[in-house]
């Protein structure tokens, strides 16, 4: 299970599919998400063809969000929507909520990518072991490219999602600073086809624009004039000081007999 040959530093769009997740992890702001979102329960899937029409095609859509995928049934037509469109497409999933049938829709599919959440022995993901469920993780092994695997377990790290995750302290970085989802777009699109500015913006503080009504163009707007304003960058660990970021982008630059030295 390689994440070799897969570039994560690129521009992507999530796809929240439903408002709440029944898997609700304990390393995730479930409730913070809830409480602060007030739209549809699912997004739908004409919802979401009116929306995808107006993203450029350079963009991955990527099913992961703030939800399980396969919460909402019809995300398995919207996959393949996307694909059929000519949109490269990913997947970050427990697969609940899935069948083997859907794995083998996802399997025509082709996925550029295929992050895959298992069970954990400690309860930290509330993943129900059905027979059904068993049968579809087994299928999506023997028919899917599987990039990696996460599990909760005792050596499972938090991203701590800008400080909003239980057992975790805020960070703050002063001054100007850098991350590599401020250099290309990494945004979220809720069920209410409401943009924030990424998998980090749980509480939904960070709206960029809503794809019912605004262009793409308008959201990138906002987001290229705002890059520097928004505080839950300085609470999260993916945020350094620019300082730093120039430093080590003037290391990268040196050739490998300097670096030696």
């Given at each position: 299970?390689?994440?070799?040959?897969?570039?994560?530093?690129?521009?992507?769009?999530?796809?929240?599919?439903?408002?709440?997740?029944?898997?609700?992890?304990?390393?995730?702001?479930?409730?913070?998400?809830?409480?602060?979102?007030?739209?549809?329960?699912?997004?739908?899937?004409?919802?979401?063809?009116?929306?995808?029409?107006?993203?450029?095609?350079?963009?991955?859509?990527?099913?992961?969000?703030?939800?399980?995928?396969?919460?909402?049934?019809?995300?398995?037509?919207?996959?393949?929507?996307?694909?059929?469109?000519?949109?490269?497409?990913?997947?970050?999933?427990?697969?609940?909520?899935?069948?083997?049938?859907?794995?083998?829709?996802?399997?025509?599919?082709?996925?550029?990518?295929?992050?895959?959440?298992?069970?954990?022995?400690l309860g930290n993901a509330h993943i129900p072991t059905t027979q059904n469920y068993k049968d579809t993780v087994v299928a999506?092994?023997?028919?899917?490219?599987?990039?990696?695997?996460?599990?909760?377990?005792?050596?499972?790290?938090?991203?701590?999602?800008?400080?909003?995750?239980?057992?975790?302290?805020?960070?703050?970085?002063?001054?100007?600073?850098?991350?590599?989802?401020?250099?290309?777009?990494?945004?979220?699109?809720?069920?209410?086809?409401?943009?924030?500015?990424?998998?980090?913006?749980?509480?939904?503080?960070?709206?960029?624009?809503?794809?019912?009504?605004?262009?793409?163009?308008?959201?990138?707007?906002?987001?290229?004039?705002?890059?520097?304003?928004?505080?839950?960058?300085?609470?999260?660990?993916?945020?350094?000081?620019?300082?730093?970021?120039?430093?080590?982008?003037?290391?990268?630059?040196?050739?490998?007999?300097?670096?030696?030295?």
């Open positions: 299970m390689s994440m070799a040959n897969v570039n994560l530093y690129q521009p992507w769009l999530e796809i929240t599919t439903a408002a709440k997740c029944l898997v609700n992890c304990y390393h995730c702001p479930q409730t913070v998400y809830q409480q602060a979102y007030h739209g549809p329960a699912f997004l739908s899937f004409s919802d979401f063809s009116e929306a995808l029409i107006k993203v450029p095609k350079n963009l991955i859509i990527n099913f992961s969000g703030f939800s399980e995928p396969f919460l909402n049934s019809r995300a398995i037509d919207m996959m393949e929507l996307a694909h059929e469109l000519g949109y490269k497409v990913w997947l970050s999933s427990t697969l609940v909520g899935a069948t083997p049938k859907t794995v083998d829709r996802l399997a025509k599919i082709g996925l550029g990518l295929f992050l895959f959440h298992l069970p954990d022995n999506a092994f023997q028919k899917l490219h599987v990039n990696g695997v996460s599990i909760m377990n005792s050596d499972f790290v938090s991203n701590e999602r800008a400080g909003l995750c239980k057992d975790t302290k805020k960070k703050f970085v002063r001054g100007w600073f850098w991350c590599y989802k401020l250099e290309h777009p990494n945004f979220v699109m809720l069920p209410s086809c409401e943009i924030q500015l990424c998998c980090m913006s749980w509480s939904l503080k960070e709206k960029l624009g809503n794809l019912h009504i605004d262009s793409w163009q308008q959201i990138l707007n906002t987001w290229q004039k705002r890059r520097q304003e928004f505080e839950i960058c300085r609470t999260c660990l993916n945020a350094i000081p620019l300082s730093k970021y120039v430093t080590r982008r003037v290391y990268d630059l040196l050739p490998k007999a300097v670096k030696n030295k």
